[in-house]
């Protein structure tokens, strides 16, 4: 069951997400060469206290933190930990999420540690950012689910081959609705597979958090021991975004965009529906 919600609930989830959004600013500022990434999860618990949110991370399945930090190699889930220190030429993938008065936010974005990074790192992350934005712009009203999964893959499928390799679209993990609980039907995938059908419906009160995953290489993954760190079969880099998004009567709402996904979404001719917290 698809959960659709009311305005008045997604203005709940735009609370939700600006913490979010907060969250992203102040883990953004901290991923610099020689900080741990127990020590952006810090950073996050204190945004979190300032705005009086809770974490839908910390003990969901039993993760045992607030944001999940995934560098280099690895896909998404990665455990914060002192042992894990940031370095020159990193890139690291922030998952973040805050839960207001029992609604969700939900969304990631890849960092660049220090500098002299790679130009198929930064094209990587540029790829998949803006393939998460060609699936939110495909959010509207008379489409259907696979619509936006078409457009992420369009976009990368259309993006120049890196220089050594291509680019993979990870396969065993997506985007997913969002509302009362963090993940929630519908499944999102990044790629149309045509067994899977079209999908339903969109329809205003449908919320999804669209989240690409791709890697210069493999879309092949597999969890390390601690059940929950996911990186790439090859050792390839991988990049994440993610945004939470609401179809409203008067358009896409990104709830976790600081401007409502105003911006972006205007370079598709798309005009975002107005900020219900103003």
Known sequence: MVQI???????????????????????REAAVPGATTKDLDD??????????AKPNFLGYGGFPATICTSKNEVVVHGIP?????LQDGDII?????????????????????????????????????E??????????QGNRLVDISRAIETYIRRQPRPARGKYGIIEDYGGHGIGTEMHMDPHLLNYVERRRGRGPKLVPGFCLAIEPMVSLGTAK???????????????????HWEHSVALTEQGPLVLTAPDGGKAKLAEYGITAAPDPLG
Do not use: C, N, Y
Not at 43 to 52: P, Q, S, T
Not at 131 to 140: D, F, H, L
């Open 5 to 27: 919600k009311t305005p008045e609930q997604i203005a709940k989830m735009r609370a939700a997400g600006l913490v979010v959004a907060a969250m992203h600013k102040a883990t």
């Open 43 to 52: 950073v996050a618990r204190k945004v979190l206290a300032e705005h009086d």
């Open 81 to 85: 930990s002192e042992d894990v220190v």
């Open 93 to 129: 993938s922030i998952d973040a999420g805050a839960i207001i008065d029992g609604w969700h936010g939900d969304a990631a974005f890849t960092a660049f540690v220090g500098s002299g990074h790679a130009p198929e790192l930064i094209e990587l992350s540029r790829v998949t950012e």
């Open 131 to 140: 393939s998460m934005w060609a699936g939110i712009a495909a959010m509207k």
């Open 221 to 239: 993954t597999e969890v390390l021991e601690d059940d929950w760190t996911v990186i790439t079969t090859d050792g390839t880099w991988s990049s």
